[in-house]
């Protein structure tokens, strides 16, 4: 993971007129602008088919998606399309650039804690679960041959590319909606976001806050809107995806060295990077590593934004600071 160049900065009061369309897919809020309104329907089309596409072979709540059939696979090598060949590739380049803080192979782990089927679905509330600290499966179990499009894991082994497959999917939408249509293009699916093609005058405004919400709506706690000129923002949440079992509260950011839920010394990060799967694994990371997330992001130059449990926010690499008693920039 390296260092970006992608520029944040303090928004400017306005932007250039784009256009914009929201909705809902693949469990979460979906946003795709553009800086010509008149080719809004169809980067929404382009958008729309790669999702699709992405929950056909990605998911792991859907029984007929190509992830779901690895569960029965039982140790032999099995061979990919070529999408799934690829989500599985960037993963696994995450795990490794990450010193494994990112590992897909939660998946098995993730169910067990109740996040077996789409949130919108999992029970806010339920009786106690017993929660058993183990390492998971370990991504470097995993035999990956990316040339031939095959992979073999343990029995068992469960994959869940939800830390990565977003951030990929939007990074891929927002280049492929740029090329083809050939305009400015922003891509929002939940926290992560990808721009491609030229920016807006003033760049593309983004607000980052505590607690989710539409951009569109009046912030619900601390907020701040920042200017993306290109590249991507990350944001990853302690908040946005927990439930309740016996009382004691679960988050979807999984620690795989015991698979549970991470401490939460965040209830957010948000970074900038030249690309939205840097940001992610930097931002899902950082959620993992807690306080000692700091020294990295200070040694790298990363820019980011971190929210602790009391509300306190900090900044690192050259993050506009917010003029707030509750903030600090690093």
């Known amino acids: 993971m390296s260092a970006t160049t992608t520029t944040t900065r303090p928004a400017p009061a306005a932007e250039a007129r784009v256009g914009a369309s929201d909705w809902t897919a693949i469990g979460t809020q979906i946003r795709v ?16 088919s790669d999702l699709d596409g992405l929950d056909r072979a990605c998911s792991r709540f859907r029984p007929d998606s190509e992830l779901a059939a690895l569960d029965a696979a039982d140790g032999r090598w099995v061979t990919l399309s070529p999408l799934l060949t690829e989500a599985i590739g960037v993963a696994l380049d995450a795990a490794r650039d990450s010193d494994g803080d990112i590992d897909p192979t939660v998946g098995e782990a993730m169910s067990a804690l109740g996040y077996d089927r789409d949130l919108a679905l ?8 017993k929660l058993s600290a183990r390492p998971v499966p370990g991504w470097r179990r995993i035999s990956f041959d990316r040339g031939s499009r095959s992979l073999r894991m343990p029995p068992g082994t469960r994959l869940d590319l939800g830390a ?35 920016a807006p005058r003033g760049g593309w405004r983004v607000r980052v806050q505590d ?26 949440s302690t908040t946005a995806r927990r439930w309740e079992r016996g009382g004691a509260v679960l988050h979807h950011i999984l620690n795989p060295r015991d698979g549970l839920p991470a401490p939460t010394i965040w209830r957010t990060v948000s970074v900038a990077a030249a690309d939205c799967v840097t940001a992610n694994v930097a931002a899902t ?36 600071p917010v003029p707030s008693g509750a903030e600090r920039s690093a």
């Open 33 to 48: 602008l553009v800086t010509n309104p008149g080719r809004l329907a169809a980067a929404r089309a382009i958008l729309e």
């Open 122 to 129: 999992v029970a806010a509330s339920g009786p106690a679960i």
């Open 164 to 198: 990565t497959a977003k951030a990929w999917a939007a990074d891929r939408a927002a280049t492929r909606i740029a090329q083809r249509l050939r305009c400015g293009v922003l891509v929002s699916l939940g926290g992560d976001i990808a721009t491609a093609g030229p």
């Open 211 to 236: 607690v989710t919400g539409h951009p569109d709506d009046p912030p619900s706690g601390q907020a701040q809107t920042v200017a993306l000129s290109d590249g991507a923002l990350a944001t990853s």
């Open 285 to 320: 990371g950082a959620i993992i590593r807690g306080r000692a997330a700091l020294a990295r992001f200070e040694q790298q130059g990363i820019p980011a934004r971190l929210v602790d449990l009391d509300g306190r926010v900090i900044t690192t690499g050259g993050w506009p």
